[in-house]
């Protein structure tokens, strides 16, 4: 049972802080499109409405996801995902261009998400030593 439960973890705490960036990045930048017949106050709080779910899924996956992750490897999901969503939401509501700039840094940060979430957990000091060692 505890097996299961540690696969589902594996994988919803990824899913779910991916899902929490995309609504975030249409929270921040979505508005913008009805900037003209928009109010501040009236964006203000439709990105509010938006972001409510956002934080119960980032805050559910960080509580369940401490289980299984470190908070860092969680940050890497959430912010790389985050800056990935914060792009596409630029492109296709927007109309900003992805330029091959853009494409090669999105690589990079993948790379970097990849290293930072496949570290293993340090559990204590000496683990850390062991790990420097090897």
Known sequence: MNDNKDKHIKYMVPLMLTLSSAIM??????????????SFWTATLAAWFIVLPEYLLNISAIRWGIKKYTPSQMAAMNLSSGVIFIALVSHFFLGEALTTRKYIGFALMTVAMILITGAKKIENPESLKAMESN
């Open 25 to 38: 990045a249409a929270a921040w930048l979505g508005h913008l499109k009805y900037k003209e017949n928009l």
